[in-house]
């Protein structure tokens, strides 16, 4: 097959994208970090469908959230190296398997900006006790995984 550039534009992709999910990552650490002490001991621990909170909890439990991301980033991290092992929904072929893994590795590394972001937004609104989160930035952040998900998979098909 012969060497059209895509591959080599989309890994140039992966790796920036990548890059900027680790610094969201450690910003939010170390605002986590910074400002541990300044957040109220009672935060808001869960936010309903209408962007209000609905229970409250201690700020410890915001370090799930703060590690979570950590290991989840990490292993996605290392899942973009790997598209070899991705369950793609249809057969990849040495024709497009140059194609297909490029699409699969930028897929997730979008996917790990994506929840990156997300997960630094939670820690955000609830370390600033935020108490209602407008419907509109609410549906926006929670649905920008789903929304990349089914970019994803079609930028997949599209590239079989």
């Known amino acids: 097959m012969p060497f059209d550039g895509r591959e ?9 994208i990548n890059t900027y999910s680790t610094i969201v990552v450690v910003v939010t650490l170390l605002f986590f970090i910074a400002f541990y002490k300044n ?8 936010y309903g469908f209408n962007g209000e909170v609905d229970s409250w909890g201690s700020k410890n439990i915001l370090w799930y959230f703060v590690i ?18 991705y369950n793609y929904p249809f057969k990849v072929t040495d ?12 897929f997730v590394a979008v996917l790990r900006l994506v929840i990156s972001l997300v997960v630094a937004c939670v820690i955000l609104f609830m370390s600033l006790s935020i108490e209602k989160i407008p419907i509109p930035l609410y549906v926006f952040i929670f649905s920008l995984p789903i929304i990349s998900v089914l970019y994803g998979v079609t930028q997949l098909i599209k590239n079989k």
Not at 8 to 16: C, E, M, N, Q
Not at 39 to 46: D, M, R
Request: net charge positive; hydrophobic share 45%; proline share 6%.
């Open 8 to 16: 080599l534009i989309v890994k140039v992709k992966v790796k920036t």
């Open 39 to 46: 957040i109220p001991s009672q935060i808001p621990a869960h």
């Open 68 to 85: 979570g991301n950590i290991i989840i980033n990490t292993l996605l991290r290392v899942l973009t190296k790997y598209p070899q092992v």
């Open 95 to 106: 024709k497009n398997r140059a194609k297909v893994y490029a699409s699969g590795s930028l």
